[in-house]
């Protein structure tokens, strides 16, 4: 900390002697920063500072600069994400609670192609991977999005947008080593054919293993390879038509815990999982004068192969076409309409099931918007909602109101009621999950059966339902100082509950074991109420401090009639208190310095402790064309736990200092 602020002092004489090739920390100032353009909150491009959302930018220059290597890593500078390592090859990220390896209650995009799974309704982050060096943004939403995305965008929408060809036309070659993730390379080559920029790239790296806390090495190493393309059509007019797709393969490890019905029961043991799939999307936009239209569709399939627990074969058909055009001076209405057709087809065990173990699902969607302009522009009311029929709950209708309020140039207010509804997934209609095994002739089962604790999908099982209150104010303070907070109040109901039924005795001809089952229902509910705070500072043109703070209360209870007889974790799964000091530094020789301290409060509910964490990143680029890079993270503490997985690993990893460094070259 003393090396950073003596580096500082040298960073603000250097900026006054006038040395015009040191680069500034950021090219955007302030104004810039309020102004950037995001598309996530309205499905329109708009300015932050109009956005009445809880919006948040992660730009390239940020991940950059933070040395990320993967997607998690680089979400953890937006406020109010939870991001925890489960192990070396799984995360579990979350906005505003709930969170956990099977997160459900957060919408991922990429390029505006929905990733998360319906086998569960969330996201396997180890299989969502980008370039990063060609990511140009991610706009992080903190709060319902359903009206515009439909189901399951409940407490926030993340959608990482990648550069347009255009902008990528060179060669680039990185390669980059450490002690966990021992190699990773990738290359990119762009160039324009006539009308058309394209670019093609390939990616590939390779983690080792982690370690449990009692200091043997974890079965959890992973590689990944991946490639794709991106070409975009724009002839001179009003139309433009984008092709991109990739595809790739990986192959992981994991400690498994199974059940048995024979003696002893059950069985820890190591497991190589793999996974592999593709992806090719579609678009067409044509703009005109106070109007636009575009047509996506995608085609998405993925394969997730926990060898000895379960296979999944998911096929994946989007649809989705929108139009926004302006009605007079003071209105701009959006609408659209959506399909899609899910085919799943997957391989059971004996501690996992899914039933049928084969089938089709069709969703269909419209939604509509309109933002109307008042006071001169001063105040913007946004009301409309998203209608959804699935195959599982009908029909589902998701409205939203918002209201910003421009109280001067540089500072708004804003507020907002919306609903959000998370669909049944399909493990929450036909899973059958045998979970532990009981042995016969004990206290617990004195029968002469082995009794099996089995979690079984109900097709009475609804849509978990949110009733959400937002209040935000953001200001541009001075040239030099931005804030924003955001605070919120959800009300939850028919959250998932795992209700006992009855006993029943299975086995043909003869019976081999007794089943207690655990019926998926919706016997939970309650409120969240929390604040996030963000605050950027200038405090030389080339020193910035920004900095976040988050706190969340959950107060998630069983319902009065829930013979649920687990523990209400979701009050535990999630830090109360979360913050973030982040110092992006120029210095002089083209160096560049970023120094991140991080604080996670504990989790009750999983037993893990608080922690502090402390990131640095040391950058150097002589010549525009040339960076080498390297970095630490976790440096105060050498390992400490961060999230207890409670299905997959039987112990929990830690998380152990880091070191990298990476070399990136442009042609």
Known sequence: MVAGLVAALLAANAGAEGQKTVPDVATLSMEDLMNLQVTSVSKRTQKVADAAAAVFVITQEDIRRSGATSIPEALRLAPGLQVARIDENKWAIAARGFNGRFDNKLLVLIDGRSVYTP??????????????????????????????WGANAVNGVINIITKKAKDTQSALVTAGAGNEERASGSARYGDTIGNTAFRVYGKYFNWGPSEYSSGLTAHDGWDALRGGFRADWTPKGTDSLTLQGDIYRSKYGETLTTASLNAPYSSTFPNNGNYSGGNLLGRWNHTSEGSSMSLQMYYDNTTIADNSLFVDHQNIFDLDFQHGFHVGDSQQFVWGVGYRSIRDRN?????????????????????????????????????????EHNDFTGFEVQPNARLLWTLTPNQSIWTAVSRAVRTPALTEEGLRLNSSVIPPGTPSNPTPFPAVLAVFGSHQFQSEDLLAYEVGYRVQATNTFSTDIATFYNRYSNLRTAE???????????????????????????????????????VVPKWRLVGSYSYLQMNIEKNADSLDPTAD???GSSPRHQWYVRSSLDLPMHFEHDTTLRFVDHLPGLNIPSYYSLDAHLGWRPIPRFELSVGGQNLLDNKHLEFLPDFINTAPTVVKRTIYGSLTFRL
């Open 119 to 148: 086998l569960f309704s969330g996201v396997y982050w180890n299989v969502q991977d980008v370039m990063l060096e060609d990511v140009e943004r991610i706009e992080v939403i903190r709060g319902p999005g359903a009206t515009l």
């Open 569 to 571: 974790l979701p009050n």
């Open 347 to 387: 391989d059971s065990s004996f501690s996992v099931s899914l039933q049928p173990n084969q089938l089709t699902l069709n969703q269909y969607s419209a939604f509509l918007q309109d933002e109307i302009s008042l006071v001169g522009n001063r105040l913007r009311l946004t009301f409309g909602s998203k209608f």
């Open 500 to 538: 006992p039924g009855a006993p029943f005795v299975e086995g043909s001809p003869a019976p081999t074991d007794l089943v207690v089952p655990f019926m998926a229902s919706n016997k939970m509910s309650g409120g969240t109420y929390g604040a996030e705070l963000f605050a950027d500072w200038r």
